[in-house]
């Protein structure tokens, strides 16, 4: 079992930045490929971001590539989004997940490990 808890959402204007971080506990962290998923209300579940267990390959969704960096630091198990160049479109609750395999998935339901998410609202 890994628990997954999300932080850094916010309140920012159209262009700022915010930098979200995911936390795990319970389970070692390190094999597991981590995704960041959003879902603004009305809306289903997108992929926004993923990112190898090793941290050396990442894959984006394309709304958000060049504007968005997912990293992680196995050593503290926590895992990152740095948002910049925000638009109100990115308005979102951001989930982090987990799941065992393959990076390169963007299927929220081949995730196996979810958090409670965060909430990220840009202004215009």
């Known amino acids: 079992q890994v628990q997954l808890v999300e932080s850094g959402g916010g309140l920012v204007q159209a262009g700022g930045s915010l930098r979200l971080s995911c936390a795990a506990s319970?389970?070692?962290?390190?094999?597991?490929?981590m995704g960041w998923f959003r879902q603004a209300p009305g809306k289903e579940r997108e992929f926004v971001a993923t990112i190898s267990w090793g941290g050396g390959i990442t894959y984006y969704a394309d709304s958000v590539k060049g504007r968005f960096t997912i990293s992680r630091d196995n050593a503290k198990n926590t895992v990152y989004l740095q948002m910049n160049s925000l638009k109100p479109e990115d308005t979102a609750l951001y989930y982090c997940?987990?799941?065992?395999?393959?990076?390169?998935?963007?299927?929220?339901?081949?995730?196996?490990?979810w958090g409670q998410g965060t909430q990220v609202t840009v202004s215009s």
């Open positions: 997940a987990a799941r065992a395999g393959s990076y390169r998935v963007t299927a929220p339901g081949e995730y196996h490990y």
């Open positions: 319970g389970r070692t962290f390190s094999p597991y490929a």
